[in-house]
């Protein structure tokens, strides 16, 4: 079984600043991560996903993120916020033999302040 | 490609009563989930279809939650019997059928019990 951890409930951040979203994930097998973003009344939209290769994941909107296997991370980043980013922000696990659904973390609460 | 659809967006119910809810998912997509989401939480897998065959349903939150997808198009999940604890988001999704495709997310359906 695979789970996620979501290290930040909340993160504010002024305009223009880089920030950092950190996710930690545990499975015993080997599995994909994707981050997604939710609007506020919103279902879910996809910015990036790992599914293998260059560590380094580019999105949408700015958004990239690296995954460490050694340190079981997938941490999303973004160089310089806008308040349009201010959003809640999922990070999700599936297993590569395509058993489980996605497993998502409880999520991070992204407050950009102008 | 209009995306997933779900309707109702919202749904009010008195404690007792039962609910449905539809979703349609994008056309060329064979699978498609069902999650839950409650306040301050991540998505929560409930059960998922492969056109009409439902592969997994042992995470439905009780025998009182049941989904079809009859013809492998469109899916319905009924509530029978509502509690308060129900009133959460219910959020549908689809995909291609391999593990790596990105799921597509309604706008979801936002069910209170009162």
């Known amino acids: 079984a695979q789970s996620v951890t979501q290290l930040d409930s909340q993160v504010p951040v002024f305009e223009e600043a880089p920030v950092e979203l950190r996710c930690n994930y545990s499975?015993?097998?080997?599995?994909?991560l994707f981050w997604y973003v939710q609007y506020p009344n919103q279902g879910l939209q996809l910015l990036l996903k790992?599914?293998?290769?260059?560590?380094l994941v580019k999105g949408i909107n700015g958004f990239e993120a690296e995954f460490n296997k050694s340190q079981t991370s997938f941490h999303l980043r973004k160089p310089s916020v806008h308040i349009s980013d201010t959003a809640e922000y999922f990070c999700?696990?599936?297993?590569?033999?395509?058993?489980?659904?996605?497993?998502f973390g409880k999520g991070t609460r992204l407050s950009v302040i102008a | 490609d209009t995306g997933v659809s779900q309707d109702p967006r919202h749904k009010i119910t008195k404690r007792g009563q039962n609910v449905t809810f539809r979703c349609d998912p994008i056309?060329?997509?064979?699978?498609l989930y069902w999650y839950r989401q409650t306040l301050g939480q991540g998505p929560e897998f409930l059960t998922y279809?492969?056109?009409?065959?439902?592969?997994?349903k042992s995470r439905l939150l009780s025998d009182r939650f049941s989904a079809e997808r009859p013809k492998g198009s469109f899916s319905t999940l009924e509530i029978q019997r509502t509690e308060q604890g129900d009133s959460a988001m219910y959020l549908c999704?689809?995909?291609?059928?391999?593990?790596?495709?990105?799921?597509?997310f309604g706008p979801g359906t936002r069910l209170t019990v009162l």
């Open positions: 999704a689809s995909s291609i059928s391999l593990s790596a495709d990105t799921q597509y």
């Open positions: 499975s015993s097998v080997s599995v994909y």
């Open positions: 790992y599914l293998s290769g260059s560590t």
């Open positions: 999700a696990v599936s297993d590569r033999a395509g058993n489980t659904p996605l497993v």
């Open positions: 056309s060329e997509h064979n699978r």
């Open positions: 279809f492969q056109n009409e065959a439902q592969l997994e």
